[in-house]
């Protein structure tokens, strides 16, 4: 049976990148060798959404309170890129890789899978 999923971010600054999420967000990581980080995410959900243009996938990373982690990532230096809307499913922004990759940020209304 499936017990789990590896999620790949393609990116033109690989270090960095790799340094953004050890060292801004905070996620543990092993080598795989060769400096090559796998890093540990928070409880995961997958949403398959209608489209009838290409097929695509995007990431966004969750939190309990987007006000409170918008202000901690400013004070690490981490360019917001979006005002904070009102969903209907909750309240999302962005945030820009130093790569230059946008990662979305939400705040969700909707039942979570883990209960939370």
């Known amino acids: 049976m499936i017990n789990g999923a590896h999620l790949l971010l393609f990116s033109r600054n690989a270090e960095q990148d790799r340094a953004f999420f050890r060292d801004v967000l905070g996620?543990?990581?092993?080598?795989?060798?060769?400096?090559?980080?796998?890093?540990?995410?928070?409880?995961?959900?997958?949403?398959?959404?209608?489209?009838?243009?290409?097929?695509?996938?995007?990431?966004?990373?969750?939190?309990?309170?987007?006000?409170?982690?918008?202000?901690?990532?400013?004070?690490?230096?981490?360019?917001?890129?979006?005002?904070?809307?009102?969903?209907?499913w909750g309240l999302l922004t962005a945030f820009r890789l130093p790569s230059g990759a946008e990662i979305g940020l939400y705040e969700p209304k909707h039942p979570r899978p883990d209960g939370r």
Do not use: Q
């Not at 795989?32 to 949403?47: H, R």
């Not at 243009?53 to 918008?70: H, I, N, Q, R």
């Open 27 to 88: 996620f543990g990581s092993v080598d795989a060798g060769g400096g090559w980080l796998l890093f540990g995410l928070p409880p995961a959900e997958l949403a398959t959404h209608p489209t009838h243009g290409d097929p695509t996938c995007e990431l966004y990373l969750m939190c309990d309170d987007v006000a409170a982690t918008v202000d901690e990532l400013r004070a690490k230096g981490v360019e917001i890129t979006r005002s904070v809307s009102d969903e209907n």
